[in-house]
């Protein structure tokens, strides 16, 4: 069965650190993947998204990620973090071929320290 | 362009009562789906709809009911609430369902429902 795994709940970093989220997916085919980010008290905002080709993609708000086939892995990844950036991020897989059902990990919620 | 619009944004139900969660997209995307979400086991689906007539459901459909009228609305309705619904529900929408796959979801601010 298609299944998304984030396998850390919560993540700390410093302002002005690096920051990487993992991502791992089980997939049968090729995956479209997504990240969103939800603020507090909001709805999820499309971060990126992966559908082929170069397998490091940009988003917004100066984030990225990179599409590793052999890893099963989508890390989202940013150089350098700002306070704003706290929240709670999710990795989701597009709805598997034949259902309509997007498959969502669990999320990881990001402090950031001043 | 208001995009997902959920009302009300909070609510609280006693055990027993009956209520709706309106959600309306204005971008005419075939699909909407509703989540809920709770602490600790990210978003889990309710219900979905493909368009107008069509729904079906997802891996919580227990004690929820859904109805797609029209393209732009898909209330969500708890026909006798309980604690164990207290949750944010979020209402989503994507376009064509021929490509859904690759098309990322459009999400409500939510709605905050506690029962007591």
């Known amino acids: 069965a298609q299944s998304v795994t984030q396998p850390d709940i919560h993540i700390t970093v410093s302002e002005g650190a690096s920051l990487e989220l993992r991502c791992n997916y089980s997939?049968?085919?090729?995956?479209?993947l997504f990240w969103y980010v939800q603020s507090p008290g909001q709805g999820l905002q499309l971060l990126l998204k992966y559908f082929s080709g170069d397998t490091l993609v940009q988003g917004i708000k100066g984030f990225e990620a990179e599409f590793k086939r052999s890893q099963s892995s989508f890390n989202l990844r940013k150089p350098s973090v700002h306070w704003s950036d706290a929240a709670e991020y999710f990795c989701a897989v597009g709805a598997p071929q034949g259902t309509y059902k997007y498959i969502f990990g669990t999320g990881t919620r990001l402090k950031v320290l001043a | 362009n208001a995009g997902v619009t959920q009302t009300p944004k909070f609510q609280v139900l006693k055990t027993g009562q009956s209520m709706t969660l309106q959600c309306a997209q204005d971008m005419n995307h075939e699909y909407m789906s509703w989540y809920r979400q709770d602490p600790g086991m990210g978003l889990r689906l309710i219900h979905y709809s493909v368009g107008a007539g069509i729904t079906d459901q997802g891996e919580v459909p227990n004690g929820y009911n859904v109805s797609r009228s029209t393209t732009e609305d898909f209330p969500l309705r708890l026909l006798s609430a309980a604690p164990s619904q207290t949750s944010v529900y979020f209402c989503?929408?994507?376009?064509?369902?021929?490509?859904?796959?690759?098309?990322?979801?459009?999400f409500g601010d939510g709605t905050r429902l506690s029962i007591l």
């Open positions: 989503a929408s994507s376009s064509t369902i021929d490509s859904i796959r690759d098309q990322p979801q459009h």
């Open positions: 997939y049968g085919a090729t995956p479209y």
